[in-house]
């Protein structure tokens, strides 16, 4: 659980991904020898802050978002929301402005968000919640489980896959705008049919932790009924334990391919998680495996 | 009318249109011998389940959702809605799972929809009205006309179309997604500066049954004016009854061929029903006579 | 001033700006031959009613959007806002329908929109406030300085501009819509990385009069924080007056370069106004001299 540790430490609220993409870059090109194929590496400028794999002769990408939510600063001590975060007064948030390191708690409330440092904060500085990774023999306890888990386990698919997409995106958490343009690379590239969103979703009145990996059927948006019905046939052959999801509410980079202009089925594939969008996102470990082995198993059998 | 009764009782809950796609081709298929000039049919896993006619050398698109509103069974008892139906308790739905044929009513309101099936539905399982259609001399009732009009004008428009393409969308209910892959396609094939929007609007305090069908000047978008401006002028020119609407909300495929990477013109064309997303739509003949010509004659003079 | 006043006086609510841009494209044939370099200009039908002009080698654009917001008639008397005006019983407004010219004023408010003009005006007729523009040492007030002033800072950077495109969209206030196929047709015939905005913005607790053009660190939407930095560094370099904005809400054509399926980084920069969306817009002479500085400067150094 190395990695999924140092992810989980990485800075990387909407917008401002740098150094998290540094990082998956630096892991991937210190691992990939030990990877049983080797992905053509699609890094730099020319793609913001993403990062595309390419193994072999791809039908299918799997998507992970590497932003997370955060807050922003705004003027005199005011506070403006990065996504969709959990307000909760007493809240520890840390960042960094050009005069030095930030460590601040939150004040007020949606309508009145503000911080208590000691200092103005530069504006626009973000400000991302205090990391305190959990774990036991159960459950993974931190900040920003959603979505260092479907990156983390993008990564673990990396390790055996011969043909398939491997994307990180961002600015997921804050409306998107990542995936028009990696899809419409991939396309040109080499095109896909298929899409699976490597994300976290919510343990509800039918999504149970411990329950298996879950595969959405719909969340705001719908998928195709004919692939979630392919992706659910396998899923029963695979024997890997999962549930099904149906929500009217929430999004992920599954809206983008369902508007993008291409015919691309697409699915979200993860696990569930409580205290969604705080710095004590909680999913259970037995889940998170049923996540990587799901998406080896789609990867390969799509 | 025997074609619009066929088309009336197809299932198609948006992303699963499979069933009326079928039927639509199949029609096609026996049908187009009559027709005067002879389409390049595009259909098939490449497009979903969408349908594309191109016939000569179009300049023009008429464009018919396929898809209906409906509802999507949740966990115990609970419904989430597809698209935007009006929710009635008592309401008739129908559909089918694994376990075979259901056919139940509506329970609760919006913020509590449940049915009262006598057994569990499986998660994700489709339900639409059931289906009642009700022709006198002067109106058509069922649930559905929106868009089985729209797709009823589109097939009628065929029987003698010369040059333009006629489309048979997907999702349209619920938010869309088939539309930028149908444009981006035609535009590669053999690209249109206009569209028209074959489906079905409002009578509101300015648009009224037997009135003609409506050529709209906006809903929640605005087509732009030099080109409203153009196809008044034809539709005065034609003799063929039809009303101007003016309103602030709804939308339909016309949103997407306006926020399309495509300079191309859209204007919404089609007949107003009273009793809107229910299963007793309303809509008199006249006005579907109405729309079909007027579809026909501007497919030939724009 | 003159070309200033001139622009404050064209008609051109959202979807109907054709007189906005015979006036723009007759400026700019009559006055290129003045300018330092000359460009290649992109206009006529298959650009409904935009603009582009092509200087150089363009790694980077300026959009300016050329619509404003405005009024269109419903029934009866009844009015529906073409984007989000400020709505004040008793304002002046302007237009024309085919029976002649019209001026009357609003009645009402939000829920019960209308006018009190001695006729019934056409369905779907458009009206503009009506202009009243007033220039003093410090100040000018008008409608529609929003974006007026932005078109006007653009046609300046076009006077000595080397490598660039300067860009005319519309729609921007209804939704957008223009942008998508402009970028397109950018991306085909010489890409560029970068976007800069010149559009108008709101004086808030945090953004004063007179003290400098704003560039903004987000609005609705987050502009990537590499690229931020990159052109407030530059903006420092400058010496031209400027302000950081971090705002909630709003947005601009930069929300479709965010969403373009291109990797494209794109910036606000404009001068702040009071009075937002009402005939009385108010703009300080000091930050409009800075928008247009910095326009230029960042055209030449980005």
Redesign the interface.
């Known amino acids: 659980m190395k990695l999924l540790r140092d992810l989980l430490v990485q800075f990387g609220v909407?917008?401002?991904e740098?150094l998290t993409t540094k990082f998956i870059l630096q892991y991937i090109y210190k691992q990939k020898k030990n990877w049983s194929f080797q992905p053509e590496i699609f890094a730099g400028d020319?793609?913001?802050?993403c990062i595309l794999l390419k193994f072999g002769s791809p039908t299918t990408a799997v998507f992970a978002h590497i932003d997370t939510i955060g807050f922003?600063?705004?003027?005199?001590n005011q506070l403006?929301?990065?996504g969709g975060p959990e307000i909760q007064e007493g809240t520890l948030l840390e960042g960094q402005d050009s005069l030095g390191q930030i460590s601040c708690r939150i004040l007020g409330d949606e309508d009145n968000l503000r911080h208590d440092f000691g200092r103005a904060i530069e504006?626009?500085t973000?400000l991302a919640f205090a990391q305190d990774i959990r774990i036991d023999d159960e459950f993974i306890q931190a900040a920003y489980l959603d979505n260092r888990l479907g990156v983390y386990s993008a990564l673990k698919v990396c390790e055996n896959l011969e043909h398939g997409w491997v994307v990180f995106s961002t600015?997921e958490e804050?409306?998107?705008?990542?995936m028009?343009?990696l899809?419409?690379f991939i396309q040109q590239k080499h095109p896909i049919k298929n899409a699976l969103i490597s994300d976290i979703t919510w343990v509800?009145?039918?999504v149970f932790p411990n329950e298996g990996v879950v595969i959405s059927?719909?969340d705001k948006?719908?998928?195709?009924?004919?692939f979630?019905d392919k992706v659910v046939g396998l899923a029963k052959e695979s024997g890997i334990p999962f549930q099904?999801?149906?929500?009217?509410y929430g999004g992920s980079d599954g809206r983008e391919v369902?508007?993008?202009?291409?015919?691309i089925?697409w699915v979200f594939v993860g696990a569930a998680e409580e205290n969604v969008h705080t710095p004590n996102e909680k999913v259970a470990l037995s889940d998170l495996d049923s996540m990587i082995q799901m998406h080896q198993y789609l990867m390969k059998h799509l």
């Open positions: 909407s917008g401002d740098g020319e793609f913001h802050d922003m600063s705004r003027y005199e403006v929301a990065v504006r626009g973000r600015y804050h409306g998107g705008g990542s028009p343009y899809l419409s509800t009145d039918g059927i719909r948006f719908i998928p195709r009924k004919k979630i099904l999801e149906v929500e009217a369902q508007f993008s202009p291409y015919a089925d």
